[in-house]
């Protein structure tokens, strides 16, 4: 659980660097290098897969969006569903899903995908909640009922947190239409970032979606790098190569301490941050 908590402060410490790298301008501008702290794989960016670690969710949160999601000041915030409620007797929950947004490519965002999404998931609790979920009712495009088998007081912290990836929303009518191979390889969100390309284990280039409902990015393009070597990462620093390096700890991070060009904003999250103005893309 540690873990898990570590990874989405990185997460949002990380969307917190792409909001205000750039103050006060109308258009997505320059580009952001991070030194991630390890090899990137294909299935960060798959919401079906989440495993039980917190590794992905940093990937997941650029990417896509939750009906509800950790954020600053509440461990449940409200994101893609508006609000949802439980019956008096514990068994249903019905979300009420915000309205006009849409996924990269153009497709609406229906209670069609939240179904979708549920029955595809396959990560960890997978089988506790497919077991303890009688059904899942679309009631109209942007309303969703989950019917349970019974009672299950717990249901809300396994679905709308991330304890699991079920909640993280995919696009139903892409995936059916391309195939889930398709799909892995370039990937459609709802988040503000879009997928450009991805070289497994080396690089992952995101481009910002100007669209997002929440907030435009104020950076225009994202390039995580996965570098395990923590000396690595810190020479990447120092020479300007990652303007973010992840999980610099022991030594690294006494030396990221010493540099007045370098920075921890958190001592938490650990990740050393440049002051620098993005380079222009």
């Not at 960016?45 to 940093?58: D, S, Y």
Request: proline share 9%; glycine share 6%; with cysteine.
């Amino acid at each position: 659980m540690c873990h898990l908590l570590v990874r989405i402060a990185l997460a949002l410490s990380l969307l917190a660097a792409l909001g205000t790298q750039v103050a006060a301008q109308s258009q997505p501008d320059g580009q952001l290098t991070v030194a991630f702290d390890v090899s990137l794989a294909p299935s960060f960016l798959e919401p079906a897969e989440t495993p039980g670690i917190g590794t992905p969710f940093v990937f997941l949160y650029a990417l896509h969006d939750a009906l509800a999601k950790p954020l600053p000041g509440n461990d449940m915030a409200p994101c893609l569903a508006e609000s949802w409620r439980e019956s008096p007797d514990g068994l249903t929950y019905e979300f009420k899903l915000r309205e006009g947004l849409r996924f990269h490519n153009g497709d609406p965002f229906t209670a069609e995908d939240v179904k979708f999404s549920f029955h595809r998931y396959r990560g960890t609790a997978a089988k506790l909640l497919h077991e303890r979920v009688k059904a899942v009712e679309v009631v109209d495009p942007h309303r969703v009922r989950f019917v349970l088998q019974a009672p299950w007081p717990d249901f809300l912290a396994f679905y709308a947190t991330p304890a699991t990836g079920a909640a993280w929303v995919v696009p139903k009518k892409y995936i059916e239409k391309v195939g889930e191979e398709a799909f892995k390889k370039q990937p459609i969100g709802l988040g503000p970032y879009r997928f450009v390309r991805m070289t497994p284990g080396v690089e992952l280039v995101l481009e910002a979606n100007e669209q997002y409902w929440r907030k435009k990015p104020s950076v225009k393009r994202v390039v995580i790098k996965g570098i395990p070597d923590r000396t690595t990462r810190l020479a990447m620093l120092k020479t300007g190569e990652a303007d973010i390096a992840y999980l610099m700890i022991g030594v690294e991070a006494e030396t990221v301490k010493a540099d007045p060009k370098l920075r921890l904003p958190c001592a938490s999250s650990r990740i050393p941050m440049t002051p620098r103005t993005p380079n222009a893309s």
